[in-house]
C-alpha cells in the first residue's frame, strides 16, 4: 500500500503562482510513476502531468506545457508541482497518483496518462484562481 498526501493548494489570482507538494509513504519500492490529475466541478477528472519516479521522464498535457512544473525529491518521496502563470480555468481540486505498473519509454505519454493506470490516490487539494 502506498499512501498520498497532497498539501499546498490555495486561493490565487490569475497570473500568480502556487507550488503543490504529494508525499508518499508506505511501499515506496512499488512505485513506478506519478501523476498529477485535476477535476473541475461539472467536469471528468483530467490528466495534468506525470513523471517516472526512477528517471526524469516526464509528460504533460498541452494546457499546462510551459506553465507548470513537474519535479521529485526520491529521498523525501515527494513530488512537486509547480504552477505558474494560473488561469481562473486551472480552478479544480487536484490530485496526486501512483501508479505500479511498469511501461516504456514508447508508451509512456499513452498509459500515464490514463488515471486508471494508478493505483493509488491522495484525497485532493484545491486551486482557486481568480480573474
Known amino acids: 500500500q502506498v499512501q498520498l498526501v497532497e498539501s499546498g493548494g490555495g486561493l490565487v489570482q490569475a497570473g500568480g503562482s502556487l507550488r503543490l507538494s504529494c508525499a508518499a509513504s508506505?511501499?515506496?519500492?512499488?512505485?513506478?510513476?506519478m501523476g498529477w490529475f485535476r477535476q473541475a466541478p461539472g467536469k471528468e477528472r483530467e490528466f495534468v502531468v506525470a513523471?517516472?519516479?526512477?528517471?526524469?521522464?516526464?509528460y504533460y498535457t498541452d494546457s499546462v506545457k510551459g506553465r507548470f512544473t513537474i519535479s521529485k525529491d526520491n529521498a523525501k518521496n515527494t513530488v512537486f508541482l509547480q504552477l505558474n502563470s494560473l488561469k481562473p480555468e486551472d480552478t479544480a481540486v487536484y490530485y496526486c497518483?501512483?501508479?505500479?505498473?511498469?511501461?516504456?519509454?514508447?508508451?509512456?505519454?499513452?498509459?500515464?496518462?490514463?488515471?486508471?493506470?494508478?493505483?493509488?490516490w491522495g484525497q485532493g487539494t484545491q486551486v482557486t484562481v481568480s480573474s
Open positions: 513523471i517516472r519516479w526512477s528517471g526524469g521522464t516526464t
Open positions: 497518483a501512483a501508479s505500479s505498473s511498469l511501461y516504456s519509454s514508447s508508451t509512456f505519454n499513452y498509459y500515464y496518462s490514463q488515471s486508471r493506470r494508478y493505483d493509488y
Open positions: 508506505g511501499s515506496i519500492f512499488s512505485i513506478n510513476a
